[in-house]
């Protein structure tokens, strides 16, 4: 079984900074990627940020903002949020695509989600 948990979420200033973790455990045999999306309040939810072999990808509105990054060894991902803004506030999940032990496919799991509010 496998499992993707976050945490780091909370209330913050506009112009301030958060950092988000998301640790996936149990029976991984190999991650092909990671990321985060998020849902704003009333809206879809929507990719933030991804890591795959080494390589990140961003969203326009995050670019030059946020940074996506991984520690291999503990199957963890990082989102570095700086110059927050109040548009940022939304409810981020953690994305993880996932090859399971004793099992050929893929599958993609998500976490429970950490909200994060940017207001003053």
């Known amino acids: 079984q496998v499992q993707v948990v976050e945490s780091g979420g909370g209330l913050v200033q506009p112009g301030g900074s958060l950092r988000l973790s998301c640790a996936a455990s149990?029976?991984?045999?190999?991650?092909?990627?990671m990321g985060w999306y998020r849902q704003p309040p009333g809206k879809e939810r929507e990719l933030v940020a991804f890591?795959?072999?080494?390589?990140?990808n961003y969203a326009d509105s995050v670019k030059g903002r946020f940074t996506i990054s991984r520690d291999n060894t503990q199957n963890t991902v990082y989102l570095q949020m700086n110059s927050l803004k109040v548009d940022d506030t939304a409810v981020y999940y953690c994305?993880?695509?996932?090859?399971?032990?004793?099992?050929?496919?893929?599958?993609?799991?998500w976490g429970q989600g950490t909200q994060v509010t940017v207001s003053s």
């Open positions: 149990g029976s991984i045999f190999k991650i092909a990627s």
């Open positions: 994305n993880a695509v996932i090859q399971p032990i004793s099992s050929p496919n893929f599958n993609v799991y």
């Open positions: 890591i795959i072999s080494g390589s990140t």
